[in-house]
């Protein structure tokens, strides 16, 4: 630390800590060392280490545990909102390796509340589809998919888990993406997506409303629970 810059020191601790887990000096869910070693390392205040730490935290590099302490926060997963795009080519451009698990494959009859939302009939039946969506094995999303059974007939968990959802509508029945919307809010992890995407009840979480359509025909409404602490989106406006 140069205590004769102008840069105010919790700022220079910041960096040096940003570039050690930046460089994988420290891993991802790595304990780092408690304020007080913080402070020995590196000749500073507790003052000053614990106005890193909130900042860093802050930042998203680092989550704590209350009275256990301070741990390498994992990489947040960033979707621009540009253009469509589908997770299985996102992760692809990371460079990471997308895989699904189907948890659940069923033909259902829908509520009045799913038909005004897809535009359908009550009593329409949709395949109710649940799916883990995973990156180099870890998980990420927990999402919920329904998709019309008179625009997809005889479409299978098989094909679910051989292939992506919108490879399988474009090759067998030559439908594709042409546009989607989708509504984002907070939420918090419930009981049944914890076991699945590793992380505890109430944890923070981001809610995707997806919107799928073929040109004005809509074909998959999907609900999707995506870890808070493993994504980000972004919005470029113009």
């Known amino acids: 630390m140069d205590k004769n810059s102008k840069v105010p020191l919790y700022l220079q601790l ?3 800590l940003i570039k050690k887990i930046e460089r994988q000096d420290y891993q991802e869910n790595e304990k780092l060392p408690s304020e007080r070693e913080l402070c020995e390392i590196y ?10 730490l909130q900042e860093l935290e802050h930042e998203g590099y680092i989550y704590k545990q209350h009275g256990i302490g301070t741990f390498v926060a994992s990489k947040l997963y960033n979707q621009k909102l540009a253009q ?16 699904t698990q189907v ?9 009045e509340r799913l038909a005004v939302k897809m535009g359908l009939k009550l009593l329409d039946e949709v395949y109710k589809v649940i799916r883990l969506r995973l990156a180099d094995g870890n998980p990420l ?24 959802m919108y490879d399988i509508f474009y090759e067998d029945y030559q439908i594709d993406l042409t546009r989607a919307t989708e509504r984002f809010s907070a ?12 992380t ?3 944890h923070p979480a981001m809610l995707i409303k ?10 998959e409404y999907t609900n999707s629970v995506a870890r808070g602490d493993k994504f980000a989106y972004t919005a470029e406006l113009t």
């Open 200 to 202: 505890k009840i109430n």
């Open 43 to 52: 000749n500073l205040s507790r003052i000053t280490v614990r106005q890193a």
């Open 141 to 164: 999303m927990y999402e919920t998919s329904y998709i019309p059974t008179k625009v997809f007939p005889n479409l299978s968990k098989a094909q679910m888990e051989e292939r992506p």
């Open 84 to 99: 469509l795009y589908t997770f299985t080519r996102e992760m692809e451009k990371l460079g990471k390796e997308p895989s």
């Open 187 to 198: 939420a918090l992890i419930r009981k049944e997506e914890v076991d699945y995407l590793d």
């Open 14 to 16: 910041m960096e040096v």
């Open 210 to 219: 997806r919107y799928a359509y073929h040109n004005d025909m809509l074909i």
């Open 103 to 111: 948890l659940s494959f069923e033909v259902i009859a829908i509520d």
